[in-house]
């Protein structure tokens, strides 16, 4: 099993905390990850999506007093959000004996309602993480074209081949919007949300124009937003904000919109290989996709991040704000020989940003100038895990 780096920050949770949700689409590790962490504590687990597992929570009260000094584990918890309440009860009176952390370790594939009803029953007794696929600071050197390929989920990285990999991918597509989407609650057919979301691949990096897409789908503007809104909660696209801070600016509002893990735009978008892949259009918007995904789950609780863009074109691709409110411009580019735009100059010149990057696709790290440092994303991803 490869080491996820969340791994450390999982069991610190589970020791300062009465109930932990670990979040993150389904077939990215969570179950993996949780078992790990119950190897070194007196653990019970329960997959809610088996019928016999739910059966023995049919009276939940006490099943959790017969495990009360047990981390108890519940897998798929959106089946069935009418434990939350019981959660909080068993919760309290956990603490009311002296057992103030470490009661109850939550798995969900980031289901609004579960996301709602944990927040609204367990305030103030439940911590949040997400686990997203793996990044490039967690696989070898020589395997990061392979993840920029093929994708972070677990099973498409490590598949046999390319084309296993791509066929994995296809297969999960296809299993998410028939089968595990609609058990969200949404009824919106299938082949609508497949080219919604092959849309989003093509555009991966743009600012989002929902009138477009509406158009292209023949539906309305609210019904666009309304699916980027199922994507997003689902952890599977990411809308990455604009600043809007700067009032002397006329700024971009719109979000820029990517689909989070570079493998599944890939296959959505019938890119089997990496030579496909450079001579593919969206081979500069994937690898910026990749630098973002990277470095936003590297990034330490508390950082904001944004893009900059003014109406005269002045743009950061990725504005960082660590905990302590230092903000970091980064530049994107794939060339193995990286140079600066003057838009970037500019915007900077508006943020007063107090580090400036480049990140490129090779490994050394030189100054381009007095302010601006060129840098590969390993080292930046260091870099920034370390912010503070």
């Known amino acids: ?25 389904r077939q990215v590790g969570k179950t993996t990850l949780a078992l790990a962490v119950a190897e070194q504590r007196p653990s019970i687990y329960l997959d809610l999506e088996d019928g016999g597992d739910r059966a023995k929570l049919a009276d939940p009260n006490r099943y959790f007093e017969d495990h009360a000094h047990e981390l108890i584990i519940l897998d798929e918890v959106h089946r069935m959000p009418e434990l939350f309440q019981t959660l909080r009860g068993v919760i309290d009176r956990g603490r009311r004996r002296g057992r103030a952390t470490g009661q109850f370790l939550l798995l ?36 990061r074209d392979a993840l920029w390929i093929r994708g972070g989920f677990p099973r498409s990285f490590l598949a046999k081949n390319d084309s296993e990999s791509l066929q994995w991918r296809r297969d ?53 937003a309304g699916y980027l809104d199922l994507m997003v909660d689902l952890l599977l696209v990411r809308r990455l904000p604009s600043w809007q ?12 919109v990517y689909v989070r893990d570079s493998g599944l735009a890939h296959a959505l978008l019938g890119i089997p290989n990496m030579e496909f892949l450079l001579a593919h259009p ?32 002045n ?10 409110h230092r903000l970091w411009a ?29 990140v490129y696709s090779g490994t050394d790290r030189f100054a381009l100038d007095a302010d601006v440092e060129a840098i590969g994303l390993l080292e930046l991803a260091t870099r920034v895990s370390q912010a503070d």
Request: glycine residues 8%.
């Open 1 to 25: 099993m490869l080491t996820r780096h969340l791994n450390l920050r999982l069991l610190e949770l589970v020791d300062s905390s009465p109930a932990v949700v670990l979040l993150g689409p």
């Open 108 to 143: 969900g594939s980031a289901a609004l309602d579960m996301l709602r009803q944990s927040g609204e029953s367990l305030a103030g007794r439940i911590a949040y993480l997400e686990l997203g696929p793996f990044d490039v600071s967690e696989v070898k050197p020589d395997e």
């Open 172 to 224: 999960f597509i296809r299993t998410y919007l028939e089968r595990d989407i609609p058990q969200f609650g949404s009824r919106i057919p299938a082949e609508t949300l497949r080219r919604f979301w092959t849309m989003l691949a093509h555009h991966q990096g743009q600012v989002l124009n929902a009138a477009n897409l509406a158009r292209s789908l023949g539906v309305d503007g609210k019904t666009v």
């Open 245 to 256: 801070r700067n009032e002397g600016k006329r700024l971009v509002k719109a979000p820029k």
């Open 282 to 313: 969206v081979v500069g918007s994937s690898w910026e996709n990749l630098v973002i995904e990277t470095l936003l789950s590297v990034a330490p609780p508390g950082t904001e991040w944004h893009y900059y863009c003014t109406a005269t074109g």
């Open 315 to 324: 743009e950061i691709d990725l504005v960082l704000q660590t905990p302590s």
């Open 330 to 358: 980064i530049e994107i580019k794939l060339s193995s020989t990286p140079k600066m735009a003057k838009g970037f100059h500019l915007a900077c010149a508006d943020l007063k940003p107090e580090k400036r990057f480049l």
